[in-house]
């Protein structure tokens, strides 16, 4: 037969390259086996292509050459035999029989070939070398496709020798086509979706150690405990995210009792600390996306957002049983839609970034949310991003696109509002005095609007005359409007009343007539700033970031909170429940009921209403039930991370066969079990955690083999920042209450923040310091502008679920914890709280090391400081800068989109007038001022940015 060499040729049927081209004129290596006689004994191409090629092919392919006919690239369907002898544009065949080396589907594949395109494209997704040996053989061996019964007789006659090597089926509510429904994995990857199995031991011992130590190669060669200076800052760090005070350190130095016994009750003391809910309320908010907007082009503030994130404060605080906290972030509307507790839980559902504003589809956003809450709850509670699963059954694990959209049609009748909850007894409301600030901007608004309303009146009045125009009925509209009582947006009245009463739009005023490029813009900057107060102003309000369940209301854009309609049982549209092609919402596809993920049904089932409420208290407590598999070990799994950097399963959000397995099977197994045994309390699974000998062990024998020692890890930008408050006596520790804003680097805080239409407010930091200084967990999180000295610190995006936090080594760090202004006066505080708590040079340095570091310094870092201090002394200015102030406006100069030309406009910083600054150089002796750079120093040394 005769050989073919194409050259790398793009074809330009679908104006791109062809994608899969190659792969479907392998399809066509068939019509080189025409001749082979049908025969009970199985070739070795026929097995080949039946067990690895066809399979091959289906995954690498058919995605673009037969699964959707009218989207078949390169006129290449492999559909049918037909298709596959007709190939492509290019008319010719790309395999020949027994000549892998001449074939050109296997020269593009290997990606080194000179003569042809490599393929797939995708590096990603390029053959592993034993495909492409796969690949290679069944070219070899004749490249043979037998025909269906021949591939099923084939299949029937391996399937128990195949199984055994190539994996095993597993149950499911099936997938969108039945090669998926039947495909294999291999049995390591479905650990996740077996019962949780609590091992049986009969020891004394803490079980953690057991079974920490049984995977140890050798037992003995493990670190030594630490000592106890070192253990309670570990614990308390990793409780609070607070340094512990030298009075505490003390305490514990010195109590008598046997080291376990004192480190167990110095535990128990942590954990009934308030300042250990916020630790443990930081992690939860880097895992379901906590901010303070809601992103996109508007990043509207959410003004109730506060109240959820002091809701997880509050749950952890009180020990609150992890089931019971699923239920009420996933149903607490349903569960007792009288209990504010419940509808603030329900936040959750919203943290995810959305808007709908006039320039977007409705379904599509409305979409938007959908997608996103199903992929949070999965992320989030059961260790899956079930997003893979929205366009196609998943590639890796067993969960079909039809399991994506029943877990999605539980939430098809959840609606988006700011629902009413009056505040609760522990709710903090001070600060709400701030609210004067947004009432005076309110009022700068409205007066401008006010004094443009008059201008469109005043040139109404001019473009009559000026067109000849009788402005009779216009003046006596105007007359009309005012006997009723109508004041503001009389222009506009006017206009639509002209409209309404049939008169031609060429006998009265345009829109906005006669304005300069200066008034269009002021125009535009006061509405949208009143149209984003309204945002802000609900802050002080009681009401929830919430959810309720109900008909989905018409809107074309969502400008305002929205209030729960009374209606919401009658009034909208029902949504129907399918599985949407592609993902693509406007391509309904197969129906779908309110479900769960089947592959775990057989062992935690759930019947979920279609009725309009009840489905999310029905899916809740499925993925709160104690036999659920995935929903404790998740959590255990989360803790365990939290307090070892790493996780027992790598992925903490992704337990499927792309993440990394556990490395320790049966210990986070027996930490699931126990979790539900101790009736899912959290404080109990911390007191095993830590007073074992694995959390208490030393870092000095930290290697490739973990928990032979104690893994130390950097400080969180949180952390740090915390820190540094409250070792100079800063830090104002209240719980809970409305977002604060601390003063940030004036550039990034001043910078224009365009919005849709518009200028975002710039960053005003709160004018009193102890507002200011509170912890970091309560400072305003918008999405489009992040502190910049947390951010080089690592602190997450919230637009995507954080599992881990990252710790980058950087040399903006150096800058920021060096250099920058807030450390700065962070080393002067710390100088003058030292300085006003002691009496001597050696007492002072002595305080620092004691608040910064947690011990006295030796005698040769007292000399080095004390020398350091007065050479700094030496060579400080004659007198300290002077006393800085804020700035009380700032001019904004932009571009004019209706006309295209330049305005300017002035932003008053209200806060800015009371503002009170913190202490500075000239507040303090020039001894203190020189102090400071002893402090900066110890500030940014390793054994106060890491906890060993």
């Known amino acids: 037969m005769a050989q073919h060499r194409m050259r790398v040729r793009i074809l330009t049927t679908l104006g791109k390259p062809l994608t899969l081209f190659l792969l479907a004129i392998l399809l066509g290596g068939h019509m080189f086996a025409d001749d082979i006689a049908e025969s009970s004994r199985v070739s070795e191409s026929e097995a080949l292509f039946v067990r690895r090629v066809a399979p091959l092919l289906r995954e690498k392919c058919l995605g673009c050459h037969g699964q959707d006919p009218e989207l078949i690239e390169g006129s290449l369907d492999l559909r049918s035999f037909a298709g596959l002898k007709a190939g492509g544009d290019s008319g010719e065949a790309a395999v020949v029989p027994g000549e892998p080396e001449h074939s050109p589907l296997y020269l593009a594949s290997t990606r080194t070939s000179d003569d042809w395109s490599e393929m ?89 150690d057991v079974l920490i130590e049984d995977s140890l190669a050798d037992a003995t060669d493990v670190a030594p405990r630490a000592d106890r200076r070192t253990l309670i800052r570990r614990a308390t760090y990793d409780l609070t995210g607070l340094p512990p005070t030298p009075s505490e350190v003390e305490r514990f130095l010195k109590n008598p009792a046997d080291d376990r016994v004192a480190f167990e009750k110095l535990v128990e003391r942590l ?35 506060w109240r959820y994130r002091d809701y997880v404060i509050r749950s952890f605080n009180e020990d609150k049983p992890y089931d019971q906290f699923i239920r009420e972030q996933i149903a607490g509307d349903e569960i007792d839609p009288n209990d504010p507790e419940c509808l603030i839980a329900t936040g959750f559902l919203r943290m995810g970034p959305w808007e709908l504003t006039s320039m977007e589809v409705a379904k599509v956003a409305r979409q938007r949310f959908l997608d996103d809450v199903t992929n949070s709850v999965g992320e989030t509670f059961l260790g899956h991003s079930l997003q893979c699963a929205r366009c196609h059954d998943h590639k890796f694990d067993p969960i079909p696109t039809r399991d994506y959209y029943s877990v999605q049609a539980v939430f098809a009748t959840t609606q988006l509002a700011e629902r009413k909850a009056d505040f609760l007894d522990d709710e903090n409301r001070a600060g709400f005095s701030e609210k004067r600030y947004l009432d005076r901007s309110k009022r700068i608004h409205e007066q401008t609007l006010e004094e443009i309303e008059q201008v ?30 109508k004041v503001k947006s009389l222009f506009t009245s006017a206009r639509n009343a002209m409209r309404a009463a049939g008169v031609p739009e060429s006998d009265y005023p345009p829109k906005l007539v006669g304005f300069t490029p200066e008034q269009f813009g002021k125009e535009r900057v006061a509405r949208k700033g009143l149209q984003r107060l309204r945002w802000e ?13 109900g008909r989905t209301v018409s809107r074309t854009s969502v400008m305002s909170p929205v209030r729960m309609p009374k209606d919401r ?26 479900g769960v993920l089947s592959v775990i049904e057989n062992q935690v089932s759930a019947e979920i209403p279609v009725a309009i409420e009840g489905r999310r208290a029905a899916f809740a407590n499925w993925v709160a039930a104690s036999g659920n598999p995935l929903t404790s070990r998740v959590v255990v799994n989360r803790l365990w991370q939290w307090h070892f950097g790493d996780a027992i399963a790598g992925n903490a959000n992704n337990f499927g066969a792309t993440g990394k397995p556990p490395t320790h099977p049966e210990l986070l197994d027996w930490l699931a079990a126990t979790l539900v045994e101790e009736n899912w309390s959290i404080k109990a699974m911390h007191r095993r955690i830590m007073n074992s000998d694995v959390y208490c062990r030393s870092s000095s024998n930290v290697s490739t083999q973990p928990y032979q020692g104690f893994k130390p890890r950097r400080l969180s930008a949180e952390e740090l920042r915390d820190s540094m408050l409250a070792v100079t006596g800063e830090l104002n520790p209240v ?119 947690s011990r006295s ?92």
């Open 120 to 208: 797939p494209p995708k590096e990603a997704e390029q053959l592993s070398e034993q495909q492409l040996g796969w690949l290679r053989d069944w070219i070899a061996s004749g490249a043979v496709w037998p025909d269906e019964d021949r591939v099923a007789e084939i299949q029937a006659a391996y399937e128990s020798e195949w199984s055994a090597e190539d994996g095993i089926a597993v149950a499911t509510s099936g997938g969108l086509d039945e090669h998926w429904t039947n495909r294999k994995y291999d049995p390591a990857g479905l650990w996740a979706y077996q019962p949780v199995q609590k091992p049986a031991l009969k020891t004394d011992r803490n079980p953690i």
């Open 271 to 305: 954990l009934q600390s308030p300042h250990y809910g916020e630790r443990m309320a930081q992690h939860w908010l880097d895992v379901v996306r906590y901010a303070d907007s809601s992103g996109f082009a508007n990043d509207f503030e959410r003004g109730n957002a």
């Open 456 to 485: 469109l009146l005043d040139n109404s009045q001019l473009w009559f005359q000026e067109n000849g125009k009788d402005p009779a009925a216009w003046n006596e509209e105007l007359k009309r409007l005012r006997s009723k009582g």
């Open 537 to 549: 102003q609900d802050r002080y309000q009681p009401y929830a970031l919430a959810v309720y369940s």
């Open 569 to 594: 049982r009658t009034k909208g549209e029902l949504e129907s429940s399918v599985i949407l092609t592609g993902g693509d919402p406007f391509s309904a596809g197969e129906a779908v009921s309110p």
């Open 735 to 853: 719980l809970g209450g409305i977002p604060c804003r601390p003063e940030i680097n004036q550039e990034v805080a001043l910078q224009p923040r365009q919005v849709m239409g518009t200028f975002a407010a710039a960053w005003v930091p709160n004018p009193k310091p102890e507002d200011r200084h509170r912890r970091s967990i309560y400072v305003m999180k918008l999405r489009g502008l992040i502190d910049p000295f947390l951010e080089v610190f690592n602190v997450p995006s919230p637009d995507f679920s954080c599992e881990r936090r990252s710790a980058s080594t950087v040399t903006p760090q150096v800058f920021s914890l060096f250099n920058g202004q807030s450390t700065h006066s962070r080393a002067l505080a710390l100088a003058d709280r030292a300085r006003r708590e002691t009496e001597s040079d050696e007492d002072a340095i002595t305080r620092c090391f004691e608040l910064v570091l």
């Open 857 to 948: 310094p030796s005698r040769e870092e007292m000399n080095e400081m004390l020398a350091h201090w007065s050479r700094v002394q030496e060579i400080l200015p004659a007198s300290p800068p002077e006393r800085s102030r804020p700035p009380l406006e700032v001019v904004r100069k932009a571009v004019e989109e209706n006309t295209g030309e330049k305005f300017e406009f002035v932003e008053r910083l209200h806060a800015n007038v009371d503002f009170q600054p913190d202490l500075q150089p000239a507040d303090v002796d020039r001894h203190t001022w020189a102090l400071a750079d002893v402090c900066l120093v110890l500030l940014n040394c390793n054994e106060f940015v890491y906890v060993y």
